[in-house]
T-cell receptor, first 115, second 115 residues
C-alpha cells in the first residue's frame, strides 16, 4: 500500500484565490511527521511546512497552512491568496518514528496559478 | 545553520562514461544522507541512503553506487552510464533517527543528460 497518496496530478487556481492540495497517508505508527515541499521549475526542493502527529493545532507558515485531520489520515496543504510564483510541483511526505531514517513521498501535484 | 552543497549543477555525459556526483553538508554532525533521482515530470525515487560512514543502503539495484567516505560527504558514482540514467539527481540530509519531526533538506540538484 502507498504510504502517501496525492490524487491530484494537476490543479489550477486563479491568482489571489485559495487552493487546497490533497494528501492522505497510511501508517500504524503513533508518532509521525508530515511535510510539504515545493519544487519550482528550477528544480530545488523547498521545505514549506511540518505537522506532527501529536500537534493539536494545524500548522501555519505565512500563506501556507496544513489542514490536519488525524482520524481521516489526511494532511492537506492550503495556500491562501495564491501568487504567480506559487506555480510549482508540490510534494507531501511522511517520516515515522518506527522507521526514522525513511521518508515517504507522494507523487506530487502540479499547481498552476492563472493571472 | 546547516547548508548542503551539491555539484555539478548540470552534466552531459556520453553513454558508457563514468559518473561522480558529490554532496557535502556543513553545520551538522552525523546526518543521514540521501540520493534521490527524479525523471522529468515525475516523483522522487530514493536511490541510496546512509546513516553513517561506510553505511549505505541501496533501494534500487542498478549500475549506480554510493559511498560515504567522510561523515558529511556523500558520493554517487557509476562506472558506465546508461541512457536511462538521465534525470535530476538530488542529494538531501536529515537529522538521524529515531526521530520523526525533522525534515529532509535538499541540495539544488544535478541535471544529468546521458547522450
Amino acid at each position: 500500500a502507498q504510504k502517501i497518496t496525492q490524487t491530484q496530478p494537476g490543479m489550477f487556481v486563479q491568482e489571489k484565490e485559495a487552493v487546497t492540495l490533497d494528501c492522505t497517508y497510511d501508517t500504524s505508527d503513533q508518532s509521525y511527521g508530515l511535510f510539504w515541499y515545493k519544487q519550482p521549475s528550477s528544480g530545488e526542493m523547498i521545505f514549506l511546512i511540518y505537522q506532527g502527529s501529536y500537534d493539536e493545532q494545524n500548522a501555519t507558515e505565512g500563506r501556507y497552512s496544513l489542514n490536519f485531520q488525524k482520524a481521516r489520515k489526511s494532511a492537506n496543504l492550503v495556500i491562501s491568496a495564491s501568487q504567480l510564483g506559487d506555480s510549482a510541483m508540490y510534494f507531501c511526505a511522511m517520516r515515522e518514528l518506527g522507521t526514522g531514517n525513511q521518508f515517504y513521498f507522494g507523487t506530487g501535484t502540479s499547481l498552476t496559478v492563472i493571472p | 545553520s546547516q547548508t548542503i552543497h551539491q555539484w555539478p549543477a548540470t552534466l552531459v555525459q556520453p553513454v558508457g562514461s563514468p559518473l561522480s556526483l558529490e554532496c557535502t553538508v556543513e553545520g551538522t554532525s552525523n546526518p543521514n544522507l540521501y540520493w534521490y533521482r527524479q525523471a522529468a515530470g515525475r516523483g522522487l525515487q530514493l536511490l541510496f541512503y546512509s546513516v553513517g560512514i561506510g553505511q549505505i543502503s541501496s533501494e534500487v539495484p542498478q549500475n549506480l553506487s554510493a559511498s560515504r567516505p567522510q561523515d558529511r560527504q556523500f558520493i554517487l558514482s557509476s562506472k558506465k552510464l546508461l541512457l536511462s540514467d538521465s534525470g535530476f539527481y538530488l542529494c538531501a540530509w536529515a537529522f538521524r533517527g529515531p526521530t520523526y519531526n525533522s525534515p529532509l533538506h535538499f541540495g539544488n540538484g544535478t541535471r544529468l543528460t546521458v547522450t
